[in-house]
């Protein structure tokens, strides 16, 4: 993006002009002679330029299982070959998040594990020795080892005998992990080059490196043309990465990130890998509850990958076509299968009872989500990014798909990010801008009887607005009430209905091997199984009964009812003024000559700056529904973890044969005899906090219902009549002529 077409820059150009005029003109005229005035401009300059000083930021994070091609993916959106493929297995299992910055450098923030979250992994690993129900078999080898890979690259050693175990917590570690215990948790270094950038990157998460264990997250800013405008993206760990550490932040991104896009490999299609991460792994369960269900994308990578012998079900020539003719084939038969695919997922989040209005529209959300199947190998080899001598049958950039997944970010950048800033910041000012015009020419004509005449008509008329108003959002307060109690109703039933779950929930933990139960409670009740790459949570299973049940009546609240309560407010509002500006035109008409104009512009720039506020109250709205939505979803399972957690301590405890039993004589019963506790807690926390939303939505009808009225009282103050340019002050005079003009958003 050209510096000319940046929005952020075209807003900052104009406030720069705007301030300039303000200190020139506005300033001398307004600070000794309308003091109150000239701070409440003042306060909103300082205002637009803190906005601009910190333009909307958008994470998307991209989720997907290990081996999906995302790393490739994600140097191909960016330039370089930022992450390298497959030098080894944890180089990308931590969180990359990588940032624009417009000085040109590159930046890299490591954040690492505290020494009492080592101690931890120590812990673990220490209990993982103890003797279990037997000999330890591929699935308890493999959580042994996963944890020794860590504790021999932290410390520097082999672990070959149990002599050594004891005195484990005691061994030095190596001078570069002492180095981060005895610092910071988060080392910031700068780069000049890029090179530069990744080969210290690379040092810290090869394998050989001993502090690789440690990375929970990496930060990464650079001169990334793709994610100007604001994006950040978060290439998060393999959702069948086995450090515990990692996946917990893995699921923490996916619960709070308002973009998610799903990356898989075609090869297996949406119903493998697809399926396995937005079914079995509730990532969809959980972006609908989180309320990100709508910002969904779908990238299928290795569209490269296809070979010949499936030409004819493509309807591909195998004699006369080339291989860029079947991958451009290939393509579009995966967005066809993608779809259904995606409708069938929505379809298995709903209940009987939920066939209506809400789950059509998610429905129809799934068929219209963006999907992508590109070839980053072949993207990164035709623009140079990585040399290849492999042939991938491309040679058209646009063939990849790569260019389309860019144009999606700069899209997002524009609609939510950067490019929202820039808008907003340029109404403001030209707000601002005819608020002071207004103002000033309400005060040369201040001598005219037709002003004062004017003047208290339309005061009337505003106090008719005030309280028309008033009854307005009255009544959005106490539809706001209603909504919120009908749906704490539907959720009460589903609470009822929800405690018979629990039995079921319980009895399947008997399947669990006996070293991934051990693994689970000393975590709290969470663990991916190494072997498997399953993801075990005991919490959720115990809330499962009711999140299974909940997305679709819980879109319908969140979404459907209270953006229907937001916007019939917004109409509501936007009737009252456009009836206050309806009798000001009459008023205007009776006036009559070359004021009617004048006055009937100025109502007109009220509906317009009454539209632009509506909308900011609307995005506000939508914010603190989003923040209170993804708490109310997160904090069930959180609630039913702080129950079970005095179980899950007695159970770590338990070793040797019969184990197991033990466990589970621990487990079920607390968890049967808690179900009603934990539901219970629920039902009180979601009402404590849908009062709390309830009241923040509240407070932002009543200030729009304020801006509302006193932008029809500057109207009244400030009308705009003929005005005898011989009468007007020159400081006046010049102030008007001087203001800058308008500036194309």
């Not at 972006?287 to 493509?314: C, K, P, R, Y």
């Not at 309400?442 to 003047?455: E, W």
Request: with cysteine; glycine share 6%; charged share 25%.
């Amino acid at each position: 993006m050209l510096e000319k077409d940046d929005p952020i820059e075209k807003a900052r150009s104009a406030l720069r002009r705007t301030e300039q005029w303000f200190a020139d003109r506005v300033e001398p005229v307004a600070s000794a002679g309308h003091p109150d005035e000239w701070k409440r401009w003042q306060r909103e300059l300082d205002d637009i330029r803190d906005s601009l000083a910190r333009p909307q930021v958008v994470r998307i994070a991209l989720v997907g299982t290990t081996g999906a091609g995302k790393s490739t993916l994600l140097n191909s959106l960016l330039g370089i070959q930022l992450l390298q493929v497959g030098v080894a297995q944890s180089i990308t299992s931590f969180v990359t998040l990588v940032r624009h910055a417009s000085d040109g450098g590159y930046c890299v923030e490591i954040e690492y594990e505290s020494l009492q979250e080592w101690a931890a992994e120590v812990d673990r690993f220490l209990k993982a020795m103890a003797r279990g129900e037997d000999e330890p078999d591929g699935e308890a080898k493999s959580i042994l080892n996963n944890l020794r890979k860590r504790i021999e690259a932290v410390h520097g050693i082999k672990l070959d005998s149990a002599t050594e175990l004891p005195n484990l917590h005691d061994l030095p570690v190596t001078p570069d992990v002492a180095a981060i215990f005895e610092g910071s948790s988060r080392v910031a270094r700068s780069f000049a080059d890029p090179k530069s950038m990744v080969e210290y990157l690379r040092s810290v998460v090869r394998a050989e490196s001993s502090v690789w264990p440690l990375v929970k997250q990496v930060t990464i800013t650079g001169p990334f043309e793709a994610l100007r405008g604001g994006v950040e993206l978060a290439d998060l760990p393999g959702t069948n990465d086995l450090n515990d550490a990692r996946v917990d932040v893995t699921r923490e991104f996916i619960r709070s990130t308002p973009f998610v896009w799903l990356v898989f490999s075609m090869k297996r299609g949406i119903t493998k890998d697809g399926s396995e991460i937005l079914e079995r792994e509730k990532v969809l369960r959980t972006l609908v509850l989180s309320g990100s269900f709508n910002s969904l994308q779908v990238i299928g990578t290795h569209a490269d990958d296809v070979d010949w012998d499936v030409a004819e079900d493509l309807g591909v020539d195998a004699e006369h076509d080339t291989q860029a003719y079947l991958v451009r084939a290939y393509r579009r038969h995966f967005v066809e299968t993608t779809r259904p695919a995606l409708v069938q997922m929505v379809d298995n989040l709903a209940s009987s009872a939920d066939r209506g209005p809400t789950l059509e529209r998610m429905r129809k959300l799934a068929q219209e989500a963006p999907i992508h199947a590109v070839s980053a190998r072949a993207f990164n080899n035709i623009t140079g990014i990585v040399r290849s001598t492999q042939h991938f049958g491309l040679s058209e950039v646009e063939d990849t798909g790569i260019p389309g997944v860019i144009r999606s970010l700069r899209q997002i950048a524009d609609e939510v990010g950067a490019g929202l800033t820039g808008r907003t910041a340029l109404q403001r000012i030209q707000n601002l801008q005819a608020e002071i015009a207004s103002f000033f020419r309400a005060r040369a004509a201040a001598g005219n009887p037709a002003v004062a005449r004017a003047k208290a008509t339309l005061e009337e008329e505003v106090r008719r607005l005030e309280d028309n108003v008033t009854k307005v959002v009255s009544d959005a307060r106490a539809e706001l009430d209603q909504k919120r109690k009908t749906f704490l109703g539907r959720v009460d039933q589903m609470l009822k209905a929800s405690i018979h779950g629990v039995e079921r929930a319980t009895a399947g933990w008997q399947q669990i091997h006996w070293a991934t139960l051990r693994a689970i409670v000393s975590r709290e009740g969470v663990f991916k199984s190494p072997s498997s790459g399953r993801m075990y949570d005991l919490n959720e299973e115990l809330v499962d009964p009711l999140l299974n049940q909940l997305p679709v009546a819980w879109e319908a609240y969140f979404t459907s009812e209270l953006g229907a309560a937001r916007d019939l407010l917004g109409r509501r509002l936007e009737d009252r003024v456009d009836d206050f500006v309806e009798r000001g035109r009459q008023l205007s008409q009776d006036i009559g000559g070359t004021s009617h104009a004048l006055f009937d512009h100025q109502l007109q720039t009220l509906r317009g700056r009454m539209a632009f506020e509506r909308q900011q109250c609307e995005m506000k709205i939508f914010e603190r529904v989003s923040e209170i939505r993804r708490k109310a979803a997160n904090g069930m399972v959180h609630t039913a973890q702080m129950h079970m957690v005095p179980a899950y301590e007695q159970a770590s405890g338990e070793n040797g044969p019969g184990m197991k039993a033990r466990m589970l004589d621990r487990l079920q019963p607390a968890a049967r005899s808690a179900a009603q506790p934990i539901f219970n807690a629920i039902h009180h926390d979601l009402g404590d906090r849908l009062i709390e939303m309830e009241s923040i939505v509240q407070a932002l009808f009543e200030s729009l219902g304020r801006v509302c009225v006193e932008q029809a009282r500057l109207v009244a103050q400030n009308i705009n009549l003929d005005i005898d340019e011989a009468r007007v002050p020159v400081e006046m005079r010049s102030l008007l002529s001087d203001m800058p003009g308008p500036v194309a958003t």
